[in-house]
């Protein structure tokens, strides 16, 4: 089946530095990746869809220069998390949908950001 | 606007007891998708069922079950005598049939089974 795998699973950072997290789909093409992040006992919050080779499309509320998103080919979205501070602490999980319309959606297993 | 609604926050069960999780989902598109997902506390998202708009049929899946009603917009899921290892937050999502729309989810339900 699909794969999507997410690096890292958990990353400690200082305040004021920038984190990378990576997904990968492994066996197939992800034309649209999605980024969802999650607070402690909350639901997963749609923060942006990133389309292979244009800009991502941020949700209201969502910080554009904050949480940068590159879709730079069908396989690989990355998300920057810029000068990191301890609110953006959270977990951060991704999720591609094949190019095909009929399939579902595959899910990294997700990323611990703590900014201390 | 799509939105899921999962009024349960937290329940909790002795095991061997059935259970059963509410989402009740609201979308002006005739075609759509629904889905559960167990997360357990590793923070994965395991997907258990996904069922489109034209499927009304219940689901059956060993001990899990899916009860899809288009007339009152509802999808819920029962947990038939069950373990402790089902503990864990539940999600209800919904999508659009188009390429490229994201999964919209539920606030979740904390399932707690003890022994």
């Known amino acids: 089946g699909a794969v999507v795998s997410q690096h890292p699973s958990r990353v400690i950072c200082k305040s004021g530095t920038s984190v990378k997290i990576e997904c990968r789909s492994l066996d197939f093409q992800a034309t649209t990746m999605f980024w969802y992040r999650q607070f402690p006992k909350k639901s997963l919050m749609l923060m942006a869809t990133s389309n292979e080779g244009s800009k991502a499309t941020y949700e209201q509320g969502v910080e554009k220069d904050k949480f940068l998103i590159n879709h730079a080919s069908l396989t690989l979205s990355t998300l920057t998390v810029t000068s990191a501070h301890p609110e953006d602490s959270s977990f951060y999980i991704c999720?591609?949908?094949?190019?095909?319309?009929?399939?579902?959606?595959?899910f990294g297993s997700g990323t611990r950001l703590t900014v201390v | 606007a799509q939105k899921v609604t999962q009024a349960q926050t937290e329940i909790s069960v002795v095991e061997k007891e059935d259970v059963t999780l509410d989402c009740v989902y609201e979308t002006r598109d005739t075609t759509y998708y629904l889905f559960w997902y167990k997360q357990p506390p590793s923070g994965e998202l395991v997907f258990l069922i996904r069922r489109n708009s034209f499927d009304e049929q219940n689901e059956i899946s060993g001990r899990y079950s899916w009860n899809f009603q288009k007339s009152t917009s509802s999808f819920n899921f029962t947990i038939t005598a069950s373990q402790v290892v089902d503990s864990a937050v539940y999600f209800c999502?919904?999508?659009?049939?188009?390429?490229?729309?994201?999964?919209?989810f539920g606030k979740g339900t904390t399932l707690s089974v003890s022994s």
């Open positions: 999502a919904l999508s659009e049939a188009q390429a490229g729309t994201a999964l919209i």
């Open positions: 999720s591609a949908r094949d190019a095909k319309p009929n399939y579902g959606y595959t």
